[in-house]
């Protein structure tokens, strides 16, 4: 494992590395618990369409395999609160990014200047935990990732196709796990720029299209910058 640019470390993955589930969700202490639900409470009261669903958090990353666990989003959201709230045991809840590239260039997005995480920054696009949609046991990365793209730019997979597993990216405080990926769309980018404000849940602010000689905004996220790296 590397560090890249801003310290955040850096996992090269196989195209196809298999995500398994290796163990149950662990019990808290009570005064965890009750730490948890103090944020949780906080973060309702701003957010009150939040919702605690099951995102899986990892153990091990390697390049060929991915293990962990399910887990709670509250559970995350207090560890992005008070990122030493686990100690040695943090949360490393994964999450899948695209590199989006278009007809025309590769697609990136503004996050919300409301977003809990990362307001305002620039990132690759589509991006969202990988959670149990369904109550699935199995972990499809292709699948959570084509769930992003029509939730979050109303692209539909008849118009866009997920391809490989790029790398892995962690935020060093909140120990969230980017899993970069590859995403070709079928549109150019103002059809789709177009979908997004018709049919998109506005997770970004802003759309922009980038080619080799374009001047990246700021700030990025340094998955986005990795990915970039990797493509050049």
């Known amino acids: 494992m590397t560090d890249f640019r ?3 470390p850096v996992t090269p993955l196989a195209p196809q ?3 398994r589930i290796a163990r149950p969700m662990p019990d808290l202490s009570p005064a965890i618990e009750s730490r948890v639900a ?3 409470n906080a973060a309702l009261a701003k957010h009150p369409t939040l919702y605690n669903g099951r995102v899986f958090c990892a153990d ?3 390049a060929e ?3 962990g666990h399910w887990s709670e989003y509250r559970r995350v959201l207090a560890q992005m609160r008070e990122p030493d709230l686990y100690g040695a045991d943090f949360l490393r809840p994964l999450a899948v990014v695209g590199l989006l590239r278009t007809t025309d260039g590769i697609v990136i997005g503004q996050r919300s200047e409301t977003s809990i995480y990362l307001p ?3 990132q690759g696009a589509p991006a969202g935990n990988v959670e149990s949609r369904d109550g699935e ?3 499809d990365l292709a699948a959570q990732l084509m769930a992003e793209c029509l939730e979050e730019l109303g692209v539909s997979e008849m118009e866009c196709h997920i391809g490989g597993c790029l790398l892995a990216c962690e935020h060093p405080q909140t120990h969230i796990v980017d899993i970069g990926m590859d995403i070709i769309a079928t549109l150019d980018f103002e059809s789709l720029k177009e979908r997004c404000n018709r049919l998109g849940n506005a997770e970004y602010q802003r759309l922009m299209l980038i080619r080799p000689d374009t001047t990246l905004p700021t700030p990025l996220v340094p998955t986005l910058s990795a990915m ?3 493509n050049r």
């Open 17 to 19: 590395v298999a995500v």
């Open 6 to 8: 801003s310290a955040w």
């Open 120 to 122: 305002g920054y620039w």
């Open 38 to 40: 103090s944020h949780w």
């Open 60 to 62: 091990v990353i390697e």
């Open 65 to 67: 395999i991915i293990s």
């Open 137 to 139: 046991a199995q972990i």
């Open 228 to 230: 970039l790296e990797r």
